[in-house]
């Protein structure tokens, strides 16, 4: 049961233009989600999140869209740069009673910034 | 140190060994996790440590998976009788508490059983 997908495994853009990953989820029970970056043989590195109360939060060239009634959020980086082609994963987590507050991954996007 | 730390790095053991794998989380975080990130795959929940809670095990693909959180700091993880598809990366994150704070990750330990 994939509570958390990624449903591109790839994305590839031009620097300088807009990058856009998506994730959906299944648990409604969800209530607040994050965005981490890979690199090669590195641990992820968290980048952004986002409470179930808000509908946008932005970090520089990050923002971070969520849409709860489509159970969907999105990454947007913009302007893309060649340093951040890496794998990127999103994973949400719920703090009520019926969840532990495990953080839930998807199975993660690699994105290639071409030059 | 500053961050979360594992050991080893790489693993390489025989089928049928028993391995452990530690985890430092970083000073102060009461919440613990283990992921694991097969060749070409997501990363998959396996153990989660909150605080004195009881530990969420629901993510152990087997029974020959466990792991031990001691005085609510350094973690283990120990696969007994390890099978090829146990090879992975294995990851090791902490947070601060349960909720809306990011978890920092560690390195990873690569293990590759042979």
């Known amino acids: 049961d994939q509570q958390v997908k990624q449903n591109s495994p790839s994305l590839s853009v031009q620097e300088g233009r807009i990058s856009i990953l998506n994730c959906d989820y299944t648990n409604s029970m969800f209530d607040y989600f994050l965005w981490y970056k890979k690199y090669p043989a590195e641990g992820p590195t968290f980048l952004i999140s986002i409470s179930s109360i808000k509908d946008k939060n932005e970090d520089g060239r990050f923002t971070v869209f969520l849409n709860k009634s489509a159970k969907h959020l999105s990454l947007h980086i913009v302007p893309s740069q060649p340093g951040d082609s890496a794998v990127y994963f999103c994973a949400a987590g719920g703090r009520g009673s019926s969840n532990t507050g495990k953080l839930i991954f998807g199975q993660g996007t690699t994105l290639q910034v071409k030059p | 140190g500053a961050g979360v730390s594992q050991s080893p790095s790489n693993k390489v053991t025989e089928k049928g060994k028993d391995v452990e794998l530690r985890c430092d989380p970083i000073s102060g975080h009461t919440a613990l996790y283990w992921y694991r990130q097969s060749l070409g795959q997501g990363l998959e929940f396996l153990i989660y440590?909150?605080?004195?809670?009881?530990?969420?095990k629901s993510g152990l693909p087997s029974d020959r998976f466990s792991a031990e959180r001691t005085g609510g700091s350094v973690s283990t993880l120990t696969i007994q009788r390890t099978q090829q598809e146990d090879s992975a990366v294995y990851l090791c994150a902490s947070s601060y508490r349960q909720g809306s704070t990011e978890a920092f990750f560690g390195q990873g330990t690569r293990l590759t059983v042979v």
């Open positions: 440590f909150q605080g004195n809670s009881a530990p969420d």
